[in-house]
């Protein structure tokens, strides 16, 4: 199978500090991952796709300042929430691209719940 | 990819029962399409794909159908388990990045 793992799986932090998450593909390599975010009860929202190698390309109205994304190696990718706030509290999902002979796929990762105090 | 909908139905089966849940895509020139299912605080998982030049894939108690006629995608499960329940959404995907996902469909399991 193709198995993506984030981590952590769930942080708390305090207003005004950073919160890296990580994405790794475990058994595959992944030029594309993408990270999400997904309130309860809600579809998921995507909010950049990052590229192993170059610039994250992030949605329109995802602050690329305040959501850092590192693509630095095939199997990782980081999301680091710069100055989280409340309103950052949420659940993000990254996605790593696995290719086979006739399509790309999206494999998800478990996700990594954010609480902001 | 895009992603849409606030609202969530449900769909209640009993146990044992096979369960249908239906997705309407958007885009006739989509090529490719995923199911997936999301537990409860869980990332979603890949449970079966199916290409535009098929109608029919099936996998293990999971069966997908695909009419492009009416751009609908079906799921089946035979037999449903309490450990099926989880919302159940489609993805539509044309070219190799452009995913667009369903609203989704929780699906609960009556013992």
């Known amino acids: 199978g193709a198995v993506v793992s984030q981590h952590p799986s769930w942080v708390i932090c305090k207003s005004g500090t950073s919160v890296k998450i990580e994405c790794r593909s475990l058994?595959?390599?992944?030029?594309?991952m993408f990270w999400y975010r997904q309130f309860p009860k809600q579809s998921l929202m995507l909010m950049a796709t990052s590229n192993e190698g170059s610039k994250a390309t992030y949605e329109q109205g995802v602050e690329k300042d305040k959501f850092l994304i590192n693509h630095a190696s095939l199997t990782l990718s980081t999301l680091t929430v710069t100055s989280a706030h409340p309103e950052d509290s949420s659940f993000y999902i990254c996605?790593?691209?696995?290719?086979?002979?006739?399509?790309?796929?999206?494999?998800f990762g478990p996700g990594t719940r954010l609480l902001v105090l | 990819g895009e992603s849409v909908g606030l609202h969530l139905p449900t769909l209640s089966v009993q146990e044992g029962d096979n369960s249908i849940i239906n997705c309407a895509y958007s885009?006739?020139?989509?090529?490719?399409f995923i199911w997936y299912k999301q537990e409860s605080g869980k990332g979603p998982q890949f449970i079966i794909d199916?290409?535009?030049?098929?109608d029919k894939r099936q996998g293990q108690r999971v069966t997908v159908l695909l009419n492009k006629t009416v751009k609908h995608l079906s799921l089946q499960i035979a037999a449903t388990q309490p450990g099926d329940s989880a919302v159940y959404f489609c993805?539509?995907?044309?070219?190799?990045?452009?995913?667009?996902f369903g609203t989704g469909t929780r699906l609960k399991v009556l013992a």
């Open positions: 885009n006739s020139a989509s090529d490719y």
């Open positions: 058994d595959f390599q992944a030029t594309t």
């Open positions: 996605s790593a691209m696995r290719g086979t002979d006739y399509q790309e796929t999206q494999y």
């Open positions: 993805a539509e995907i044309s070219g190799t990045y452009k995913y667009i």
């Open positions: 199916i290409r535009s030049n098929m």
